[in-house]
């Protein structure tokens, strides 16, 4: 029978997370007895699948397969795409009941109600520090492990965060164009931009075809970028005096050069 009081009576004796039916908790065992066969060669972390691995890997080469046609910010995966694209229509669909503030995610106001609630569920067993998330507590623990799994690779310096290694980039080597392609000596800013590069001396570089000319993109955004053409569809439009433009770079010129100061 599930509780009406919401109590949580079922504990993992694994990592301490509390769930409030017997076979929920069965369930989430499976987490802890499945073998994690997929080791990752660079900061060795494992995974149970292979496709987690995979997505993993994109950390250490930098890739973002999908990318968002407004802005152009690429992500690792599509799910978190679908979530970035609420923020372009400005949804936030998730409240949360004590302070009413919003969130693009359930995930996220999950989250946020430990702070009312006051849970801090995950304990590191070195200094008794707890943590709200259990990725928290990963991150954590590479303090006292002195583990670095995000490595530079212009200068080897290395870092325990990707979002510290993203910010050393940004700032150490802002502009710099440190990765070179053996082939024709071009240099890119960006280990994803010298690999995008690379499409053209293999030959798979045009793999998306215009189904109306014969014209061939290396990324399918590029492609439907270019459909805007045919269509005649311009989804920018200015907010001043309406006209519209088929990338949101010509909207920002347009805002720029015609309505700068107004």
Not at 141 to 151: C, D, K, Q, V
């Amino acid at each position: 029978m599930v509780s009406h009081t919401g109590e949580r009576a079922f504990k993992c004796e694994v990592c301490n997370k509390r769930l409030a039916l017997s076979y929920t908790l069965k369930n989430h065992m499976l987490i802890h007895d499945r073998e994690r066969a997929f080791s990752c060669e660079v900061c060795n972390k494992t995974f149970t699948r292979s496709t987690d691995l995979k997505i993993h890997m994109l950390i250490h080469t930098g890739e973002r397969p999908f990318s968002c046609e407004v802005c152009n910010k690429g992500f690792t995966r599509s799910s978190h795409l679908k979530y970035h694209m609420l923020t372009h229509k400005g949804e936030r669909p998730f409240s949360c009941y004590v302070c009413r503030k919003t969130f693009i995610q359930s995930s996220s106001l999950k989250l946020h109600m430990l702070i009312h609630v006051g849970e801090r569920p995950f304990p590191c067993e070195s200094c008794h520090m707890t943590f709200t998330r259990s990725v928290d507590l990963q991150h954590h623990m590479l303090i006292h492990t002195g583990e670095r799994p995000f490595s530079c690779k212009v200068c080897n310096n290395k870092f325990r965060q990707s979002s510290t290694l993203k910010s050393h980039m940004g700032t150490v080597h802002k502009g710099e164009r440190a990765f070179s392609c053996k082939v024709c000596t071009s240099k890119f800013t960006s280990f994803s931009s010298l690999k995008s590069h690379m499409l053209i001396h293999t030959g798979e570089r045009r793999a998306f075809s215009c189904e109306v000319y014969s014209n061939k993109f290396t990324r399918s955004c590029d492609l439907k970028s270019h459909m805007l053409i045919h269509t005649g569809e311009g989804p920018f439009s200015c907010t001043v005096c309406n006209k519209k433009y088929r990338q949101s770079s010509s909207l920002k010129y347009h805002m720029l050069s015609v309505h700068k100061g107004e």
